[in-house]
């Protein structure tokens, strides 16, 4: 008898594969065309058979995808901690940094381009700047969970500030992190293929760019399938090190099922 977990899992991969089936039988039933809708069948064949020219361009957006996703998460732990642990950090930079957030980062990358020219710089920058904001958010919050009481009694025991920010306040802050970890790679993915469609040669946000232009649908969707399954890896790859790191925080899955 399978475990809960196994079902889990089989009704996952069972949901997954019916909407790709539904997906192919409407295309087919109603008859709409390659360009507006292609079927996955064709999705996978273009997988298949261009994966020779696709793959090198996979390699460029995830590399540029994870150098970003790294200086940003870098970047906002530090924010994070600063703002997290200090009242005047909060209220001076706080404000700047949701300002900044709101920015549309497409209005970005033609600076990013001016300051450094059309490449992977800019798509890294904007990965970078889009994944900073999260973590921070989730990094101060996490550091302002801990109650003020524990820290009078620490206080009281003989604990100097930094002794209570590294042995309470960061590890209770971990469930936080992890959590802005899995929303950042997906920005991070999103920043990447932006900056690619506006000023880079390489990537598959070039692939689909260039594709687009061609009326090539078909190819279009295939970059948006690697950019899904790409996405979905690192954020399991988020996941598994989160249990991993900060088990003894769980009482349930990402689902809400029981572990």
């Not at 992977?120 to 994944?131: E, F, G, N, Y």
Request: aromatic share 8%.
């Amino acid at each position: 008898m399978l475990s809960p977990r196994a079902r889990q899992r089989l009704l996952s991969a069972s949901a997954l594969v019916g909407f790709f089936l539904l997906w192919e039988l409407a295309c087919v039933a109603t008859g709409v065309s390659d360009l507006i809708l292609p079927r996955p069948s064709q999705i996978l064949h273009v997988l298949v058979e261009k994966m020779p020219l696709l793959w090198p361009h996979t390699v460029q957006t995830l590399y540029t995808t994870l150098v970003g996703f790294a200086l940003g998460v870098a970047v906002g732990i530090l924010l994070g901690l600063l703002i997290g642990s200090s009242r005047t950090a909060y209220d001076v930079a706080y404000p700047l940094l949701v300002g900044f957030s709101s920015i549309p980062k497409v209005a970005v990358v033609p600076i990013f381009v001016v300051w450094f020219g059309a490449g992977t710089v800019p798509a890294i920058l904007t990965s970078l700047v889009i994944s900073i904001f999260p973590v921070v958010v989730n990094v101060a919050t996490g550091l302002a969970s801990t109650e003020p009481e524990l820290e009078d009694v620490l206080r009281v025991l003989g604990a100097k500030k930094r002794d209570i920010l590294w042995n309470v306040a960061l590890p209770r802050a971990l469930p936080y992190l992890f959590a802005s970890l899995k929303i950042a790679i997906t920005l991070a993915f999103v920043g990447t293929v932006l900056a690619e469609t506006v000023a880079a040669n390489k990537g598959i946000g070039t692939v689909m760019m260039l594709a687009s232009g061609n009326f090539d649908v078909p190819m279009v969707f295939a970059g948006l399938l690697i950019l899904a399954v790409l996405g979905v890896a690192l954020y399991a790859l988020s996941s598994l090190v989160e249990r991993r790191m900060t088990g003894w925080a769980q009482r349930k899955t990402d689902l809400g099922m029981a572990s």
